[in-house]
């Protein structure tokens, strides 16, 4: 039987989740100034998991992988920090750090319907489907506006990060299918190794090497990875993973709602991005689709977010 996790870690988790993830669009920003999209992710995965492997180690577990169902923490890892990851992280090389967070906000309404399509099958109420209408207008009235954004958008752009989202989508949803709430950490180690690999080989693909010299990598983007490292994938991918083990996917998903306001007001301060009435209007539209979405139905009392049902995000 497993130990109900403690209210106030959920409510940390949740803190990481919202703040963290809000930063890292920022910090891909200034990695992939001088560092390849698909490496720099890549890298950051990779040592993540090589730390984390260390770590669970160092704690008395001979056998880290063991219990584990392989195969399904390599699907994970490929669409979570694999495509869910990697392919914001190319899309990023043109789009807006804020737009490509808006985006990755609109992840709960593609949940929803994914959940009822493939997962549960549990139709949506008229209030969510309300909130799937308007989400799925904002993000249209945000693919059509990307040129207005950013000279630099085109439409492969766009397709890579909604790719993404479809990844994380999945991803998140077959999760508890593989990993029970015992051993989320060891989970997270193998899925950001698979994602790390992922993305290496995407650079591959991609040809990212013609033309890179490690000489050219600048301070701030090196330091900027480190921090996604740290920051983005130790810290909060373990958050991440240990909410979803625990707390309904739902209610997770509730960053989505917190990111984009982060990522967008960063982008504007630091790297002078522009919030134009399309963007602004792409923003609304998400956000009241995502809260219709996560309103539509009654998020539990404390007792129970301390529970951990084994169901699939």
């Given at each position: 039987?497993?130990?109900?996790?403690?209210?106030k870690?959920i409510?940390?988790a949740?803190?990481?989740i919202?703040i963290?993830?809000?930063?890292?669009?920022l910090?891909?920003?200034?990695?992939i100034?001088?560092?390849p999209p698909?490496?720099?992710?890549g890298?950051?995965?990779l040592?993540?998991?090589?730390?984390m492997?260390a770590y669970?180690?160092?704690?008395?577990q001979?056998?880290?992988?063991?219990?584990?169902?392989?195969?399904g923490?390599?699907?994970?890892g490929v669409l979570l920090s694999?495509?869910?990851?990697?392919?914001?992280?190319?899309?990023?090389?043109?789009?807006?750090s804020?737009i490509?967070a808006?985006?990755?906000?609109?992840?709960p309404v593609?949940?929803?319907?994914f959940?009822?399509?493939?997962?549960s099958?549990r139709?949506?109420?008229?209030?969510?489907?309300i909130?799937?209408?308007l989400g799925?207008?904002?993000?249209?009235?945000?693919s059509l506006n990307?040129?207005?954004l950013?000279?630099?958008?085109r439409?492969?752009?766009v397709i890579m990060?909604?790719?993404?989202?479809v990844?994380?989508?999945?991803?998140?949803?077959?999760?508890?299918?593989?990993?029970?709430?015992?051993?989320?950490q060891?989970f997270?180690?193998?899925?950001?190794?698979a994602?790390g690999a992922?993305?290496?080989?995407?650079?591959?693909?991609?040809?990212?090497?013609?033309?890179f010299?490690p000489?050219?990598?600048?301070?701030?983007?090196?330091l900027?990875?480190?921090?996604?490292?740290?920051f983005?994938?130790?810290?909060a991918?373990?958050?991440?993973?240990f909410?979803?083990?625990?707390?309904?996917?739902?209610?997770?998903?509730?960053y989505?709602?917190?990111?984009p306001?982060?990522?967008?007001?960063?982008?504007?301060?630091?790297?002078?991005?522009?919030?134009t009435?399309?963007?602004?209007?792409?923003?609304?539209?998400?956000?009241l689709?995502v809260a219709?979405?996560?309103?539509?139905r009654?998020l539990?009392s404390a007792p129970?977010?301390?529970?951990s049902?084994?169901?699939?995000?």
């Amino acid at each position: 039987m497993h130990q109900r996790p403690d209210l106030k870690a959920i409510l940390l988790a949740f803190a990481g989740i919202y703040i963290i993830w809000g930063t890292t669009f920022l910090a891909i920003a200034l990695a992939i100034r001088t560092i390849p999209p698909f490496f720099s992710g890549g890298v950051r995965f990779l040592a993540a998991g090589v730390i984390m492997y260390a770590y669970l180690r160092l704690r008395g577990q001979r056998q880290v992988f063991a219990g584990l169902s392989i195969g399904g923490t390599l699907l994970c890892g490929v669409l979570l920090s694999g495509i869910g990851n990697g392919f914001i992280i190319w899309g990023q090389q043109a789009l807006p750090s804020g737009i490509a967070a808006l985006f990755v906000g609109g992840l709960p309404v593609l949940i929803l319907l994914f959940d009822w399509m493939f997962f549960s099958r549990r139709a949506p109420t008229r209030l969510a489907a309300i909130g799937l209408a308007l989400g799925f207008s904002g993000l249209i009235v945000l693919s059509l506006n990307t040129h207005s954004l950013s000279g630099k958008v085109r439409p492969a752009h766009v397709i890579m990060v909604l790719l993404a989202e479809v990844g994380w989508s999945l991803g998140t949803l077959l999760q508890r299918r593989y990993v029970g709430p015992d051993r989320v950490q060891n989970f997270t180690c193998l899925q950001m190794l698979a994602g790390g690999a992922f993305q290496l080989l995407a650079g591959l693909v991609d040809r990212e090497w013609i033309g890179f010299s490690p000489a050219q990598v600048s301070l701030q983007s090196m330091l900027a990875v480190l921090y996604l490292t740290v920051f983005g994938s130790l810290i909060a991918a373990n958050c991440y993973s240990f909410l979803v083990a625990h707390v309904p996917a739902q209610q997770i998903s509730t960053y989505a709602l917190v990111n984009p306001v982060i990522a967008l007001s960063l982008g504007a301060l630091v790297l002078g991005e522009k919030i134009t009435p399309a963007t602004a209007l792409a923003a609304l539209l998400v956000a009241l689709g995502v809260a219709l979405v996560l309103w539509s139905r009654r998020l539990p009392s404390a007792p129970e977010l301390a529970v951990s049902p084994r169901r699939l995000v």
